[in-house]
């Protein structure tokens, strides 16, 4: 479903800040795959997520998504047929628009563009039905702004948004990092549920090192812009939190940059 050859993504080019976020990047996921990405602060986590949806152009290097190259595709064109929600439960939505407004973009970004009617009826009974999934009471809340909602509720939104016309990619760059550690069980255990009911091929970056490795169906760990370790089947099953640091030790020669990983 989604292959990547020879990424590679650099900042500052020719200057002393030259940085090199995304060195000779190869991954292929197939269909219905959840991947789990960690690594500490800098590793390219989300550099690479930036790359295959097209906010950054890549300097060298291919992407393909369900065998079509996409390398060379504006951002827009891409969004067609990625899915993302951001860390910031700000971003991804319009707030001065009402929830019915909200989805009905996201519900039209795969149409044809030109000249359409308001939202119909047949599309409410849509909207409520899909909010009725999330169990937060939003489908009773159509034309509330968007702006009025919790930060947990905005990104299961978000979620919705990204995941209701099925996307051939999800990309998920932290989004729970910014939520109460409640909400964000809850935000979690929504977003499981609809990549696994609708076996959407999933990349998700996250800093809780016990969610890598419990959630989706292989992880894999950057460091420097590299992907240093990619573990699935039996070996990240049997993988600890404690065995997984030790490997990052032992494979970068450094300790993990950051607490936040270690959390559970």
């Not at 550099?47 to 300097?59: M, R």
């Not at 989805?103 to 563009?113: D, N, R, S, V």
């Amino acid at each position: 479903m989604l292959q990547i050859v020879g990424l590679t993504k650099k900042f500052h080019q020719g200057t002393i800040d030259e940085k090199v976020a995304l060195d000779n990047i190869n991954l292929e996921l197939a269909a219905g795959e959840f991947v789990t990405i960690v690594g500490s602060n800098g590793a390219g986590k989300s550099t690479l997520l930036n790359c295959i949806a097209g906010v950054y152009e890549a300097d060298a290097g291919r992407v393909f998504l369900d065998g079509e190259d996409i390398t060379a595709q504006p951002e827009w064109q891409r969004a067609q047929k990625i899915g993302r929600v951001f860390q910031d439960p700000l971003a991804g939505t319009a707030y001065d628009m009402s929830i019915e407004e909200n989805l009905a973009i996201a519900y039209g970004k795969q149409k044809k563009l030109g000249l359409q009617p308001g939202i119909r009826k047949k599309e409410q009974e849509f909207f409520r039905e899909q909010l009725a999934q999330l169990g937060l009471g939003l489908e009773n809340r159509l034309k509330d702004k968007v702006g009025l909602l919790s930060g947990g509720q905005r990104q299961a939104l978000t979620l919705l948004m990204a995941t209701m016309v099925r996307p051939k990619l999800l990309l998920l760059d932290e989004h729970t990092a910014s939520l109460d550690p409640v909400t964000a069980r809850k935000v979690l255990a929504l977003t499981d549920k609809i990549i696994t009911e609708y076996k959407l091929c999933t990349l998700m970056i996250t800093h809780n090192m016990q969610e890598a490795l419990s959630l989706g169906t292989r992880t894999i760990m950057m460091d420097k812009g590299k992907i240093m370790l990619d573990l699935q089947g039996e070996t990240r099953a049997k993988m600890t939190v404690e065995d997984l640091v030790a490997e990052f030790a032992f494979r970068s020669g450094t300790q993990l940059s950051t607490d936040r990983m270690l959390l559970n």
